[in-house]
């Protein structure tokens, strides 16, 4: 059936004007002015709307065994949730354990996915250990369509990885024409604080972000693109919350490392004031990298309105408060880290950096949508409206008023870390590749639609 959009404002990283969208199948066949109704399908209207492509959440956790739990969401909650949002397409981290081989990994991700995302999605392959062996499968991974890894510089004994590793995965990503996407903080500064914070008998949700420094976080970075510079492997540093880290890796691409930078809303929106929240609440808003002082909120601002940092993602890792946050309740390093936000990311970006005028609207496209679709190898496939690319789009309303709550997001976890929060403008009506998917905030697609996306190889900047 085709789907006609009538009379939107239509917005991508490059442009705005109105014009009608005819979709035909699962792509765009044709933009122009006044496109005849079809003989058979729906016309949506679309005045008075912007038009925006769908949106790309390049950093999720729906599926994470972590910290001896699991991650809440499915595939069929955390993916509706995520169109509802206005997100069309989702790159989840496959994170297998240590002890695992990757391809079972790889194996466990993609029959946890497939039949029951209803967005569509690829992985960042975690190579959470390095050999012989798990280079010759990754390089299998790699032919089924994965052009980026993930690692951590975090987590020791977990997920983390030693130097030898970090010099040998980043050796194969840049053979492989990989990018290798990072989360950056000192290990051993972090366990060697923790140990210190327990000892002196801190064990409340703030001591959290005490042992996590920004300087922890900024000699992450600096670790990693010095290995990248000697290597010449192209990185993506996930999550950066923070001056110091941000500093570290701007002088990096200084010296021609070629490096691409994300942050996620909840740095954008959030502090350390509410990890710092009494009676444990504080307890919903541990992540790492920690929320940050305030201070930094406007320098993360001004780099995305700049261009220096690429994307915005969320790092979406829910936990329920009340049967696994707890898990921390006498040991902040037993807290699960992590922030719900699929559901949300759009909105806020919208509300509190384009209505504040911090960010205008092409670098709302840009940062949550196009540049990810273009360092990850998606575009124009996805990340932009014209003939040919995937009929994604989101139809906003610019005049929706709203509050955010666990009572009626649909992301499955029992707290919203934005409680409360007004949103001012969503996404009315939501398309993945052709067909309505949301309607009025609420799914109306197809269950288990969501593609698996089969991504070439190659690292090109965005
Ligand atoms: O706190 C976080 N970020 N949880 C999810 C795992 C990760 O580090 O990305
Ligand atoms: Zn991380
Ligand atoms: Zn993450």
Redesign the pocket.
Known sequence: MALLIKGGEIVTASSRYVADILCEGETISRIDIDISPPARGEVIDAAGKFVFPGFIDP?T?IY?P?MGTF?KDTYETGTKAALIGGTTTIFD?C?PGRSEEPMDGFQTWRAQSEGRAACDYSFHMGVTKFDESSAAQLREIVKAGIQSFKI?L??KGA?GIDDAELFQALSLAKELGVVTTA?CENETLVSELQRALLAAGRTDTAAHHDSRPPRVEAEGVHHLLTFAEMIGAAVYI??LSCREALEEALAARLRGVNVSIET?VQYLTLDKTYAELPDFEGAKY?????LRDKKHQPILWNALAQGLINTVGT?H?PFDFKTQKTMGRDDFTKI????PAIEDRVNLLYTHGVLTGKIDLSTFVKIASTNAAKIFNLYPRKGTIQPGADADLVIFDPEYEGILSAKTHHMNIDYNAFEGWKIHGRPSLVTLRGEVAVRDGQFVGTPGRGQFLQRKTGTPKA
């Open positions: 950093h956790h994470l972590f991650s981290m994170c951590f975090a987590y997920l989360h996930v999550h996620v541990v992540m790492s990298p920690p790092d890792a699960p880290n992590g922030i």
